[in-house]
């Protein structure tokens, strides 16, 4: 490889620094709907970039494998503690580093290779961590499906029980990418029971909503562990964590020992105590935030439905959650409708619905409201987000007039809420140590 020319490191270090507020100054216009983002508080942003972002921690608060983490330490069983309040559990461990990390976790603690594990399908919403080319097929289990219910949207609980009863997974993860209700773990706790079966939830997209106590309580009703991402409908970091209800102390070893070493080394330390901000900032304000994070789902899905989109779940009101899903075929398919979205400011992704067989073809696009809530936005302006998308995918309207009224509609919106700090400034999309690239 030759040696850089004069100049040319620094140019495409300015170059990125450009594009990245190209990127930033997009979304400042965009109305954003991917269900599993969010933004970061200011305080919680603020250790971002803290010097914990130079650190190692490997291990437990005492138990380290290197010096000088004495402040560490505080902040972690800080966090910890503010998890185990939050969701009212026994056991908490905030170093996985992302949602399918802490699966893996969960995978090492709970599983060996060649075990079978109850799941879903990914047609159905499942994550592709449950998958044979994701952290299912890293692990070397195999998956049983459950019979799906897609007039439901959930799992066939009577089909189910047959399934689980003839072929006896040692584990059954519940808990989807496309997260409209919540799943029947009461129902099918006694044939866990039955089948000597450990119950495992996936909150990665629902965490938020769990903790805000308007969605279901998976370890209140029959599941060991709950693993999960940390920056969804919870507005924290980009994160994991591993929670339980277990008093159990060889399934809490092997948890914390999945974690560390099994799946971590260092656990990214900013990430770790931004996330025990974005704890405590939800134990104040993530009721509130969760039920009008559902409010405002349900909102957009109705004002969607009324213009003659094919919203799924009508008869039970759409979705029970953030997320809500849209069958777009008569509209060009989820590919085709996700890029027409994407290029007219509004940010959503294609994805699969039960009966869909292509990935890349998919029937459907999936949009969430936790980052638009997050912004201040209510039932009025989804009312008008769903005008913007009759306007472009019904009407015909010109992609850039599109745009320009969605824009229009987010510059009314510029400073979080819900989280301390709130209001003291507009959020700025590009925020680099205070300066500015240009």
């Known amino acids: 490889m030759p040696a850089p020319g004069p100049g040319e490191m620094a140019a495409t270090v300015a170059h990125l620094r450009a594009v990245t507020k190209r990127h930033s100054a997009r979304f400042e216009r965009a109305i954003p709907l991917i269900a599993s983002e969010n933004l970061l508080s200011p305080y919680a942003k603020e250790l971002m970039i803290s010097d914990l972002h130079s650190r190692y921690a490997e291990g437990l608060p005492g138990d380290r494998y290197y010096e000088g983490n004495e402040d560490v330490d505080e902040i972690e069983r800080t966090c910890l503690a503010l998890a185990k309040r939050l969701f009212r559990c026994s056991f908490a461990d905030v170093r996985p580093t992302s949602g399918t990390v802490a699966n893996l976790a969960v995978l090492k603690a709970l599983t060996e290779t060649g075990d079978l594990v109850g799941t879903s399908r990914l047609a159905d919403g499942a994550h592709i961590s449950s998958a044979g080319f994701g952290a299912f097929g890293l692990r070397g289990v195999k998956p049983v499906y459950y019979p799906w219910d ?21 584990t059954c993860l519940f808990g989807l990418s496309l997260f409209l209700f919540p799943m029947p773990i009461e129902e099918l706790r006694p044939t866990l029971e ?39 409908t919870l507005p924290g970091p980009q994160h994991g964590i591993l929670l339980g209800q277990t008093e159990d102390p060889e399934l809490r070893k092997k948890l914390e020992s999945g974690a560390f070493p099994g799946v971590t080394s260092n656990h990214h330390l900013h990430a770790m105590a931004a996330l025990a901000v974005s704890l405590a900032e939800h134990l104040e304000f993530g009721r509130e935030y969760a039920r009008r994070t559902i409010e405002n789902a349900q909102a957009l899905a109705q004002a969607l439905h009324e213009r003659g989109f094919d919203v799924l779940a009508p008869n039970l009101g759409f979705t029970k959650s953030h997320t809500l899903a849209v069958r777009v075929e008569k509209e060009g398919g989820g590919a085709e409708v996700a890029g027409r979205l994407a290029a007219s400011g509004i940010i959503a992704n294609k994805n699969l619905l039960p009966g869909d067989r292509s990935p890349k073809h998919p029937g459907g696009v999936r949009l969430g409201t936790p980052e638009v809530t997050r912004v201040g936005m209510g039932p009025k302006e ?29 510059k009314r919106f510029t400073t979080l809420q819900f989280c301390f700090g709130a209001g003291e400034a507009a959020y700025r999309y590009y925020d680099l140590v205070g300066r500015d690239p240009s």
């Open 194 to 232: 039955e089948i000597g079966a450990r119950g495992w939830y996936d909150a990665a997209h629902v965490l938020g909503l769990i903790a805000g106590g308007q969605f279901q309580d998976p370890l209140h009703e029959g599941c060991t562990v709950l693993s999960a991402s940390t920056h969804k």
């Open 382 to 410: 989804m009312v008008r987000i769903a005008e913007l998308f009759d306007d472009l995918l019904h009407k015909g309207k010109d992609p850039s007039a599109v745009a320009d009224a969605g824009a229009e509609l987010k």
């Open 150 to 170: 897609p007039e439901r949207m959930t799992i066939d609980v009577a089909k189910t029980r047959e399934v689980l009863r003839a072929v006896r997974p040692k």
